[in-house]
């Protein structure tokens, strides 16, 4: 998944352990995604990557995923109403209808307006899907980054007295 400056040599073990946590990264998100059923549509899943490019003088790491997805990690707070919209759509793909006093089924649009009333209400629980395995991942990513630096400054090291010696001999 990394793209740019092919000559950037010198941050090749770098840009390994960076690629490592961008795979942990997005497979532990799709892993929590499904345990918590918050992947009715794959439209999430599916978008989940991530890309290492590299610069001149740097290297850059993204973690990307459809827009919404940060709604379903961070949650919602109460006290603002949801769009109709995205409710609707989300509750006609469950099949999802509440009852009314009397029994009978309310149509799609009516229980979307139910559920949009509950959450400016009490808001969505964060499921923190990409946080909790980020946090984790970043905890470990910076003994790896220096470890892996350091090969990479050893390496550019060894290339740089080998070209030296090269030309004054």
């Known amino acids: 998944m ?45 978008s989940l990557a991530y890309e290492v490019t590299t610069g001149p003088n740097s290297l850059n790491f993204d ?40 029994g009978k089924l309310l149509s799609y649009a009516e229980t979307a307006r139910k559920v949009m009333i ?11 899907f990409y946080s909790r395995p980020f946090n984790l991942g970043y905890e470990k990513l910076p003994a790896e980054i220096q470890q892996a630096y350091g090969l990479d400054v050893e390496d550019f090291l060894e290339f740089t007295i080998n070209q030296l010696n090269k030309k004054y001999k």
């Open 118 to 128: 509950k959450i400016k209400a009490k808001g969505i629980e964060p499921s923190e």
């Open 63 to 102: 973690f990307l995923m459809a827009e919404y997805g940060e709604w379903v990690d961070k949650g919602r707070k109460a006290g603002k109403m949801p769009p109709f919209g995205p409710i609707y759509a989300w509750v006609a793909r469950r099949k999802f209808q509440f009852r009314d006093n009397k």
């Open 2 to 46: 990394a793209k740019g400056n092919p000559n950037l040599k010198k941050a090749e073990n770098t840009q390994l352990a960076l690629e490592k946590f961008g795979k942990y990264l997005v497979a532990e998100s799709r892993k929590n995604l499904t345990r918590k059923k918050k992947n009715v549509t794959n439209n999430l899943y599916n």
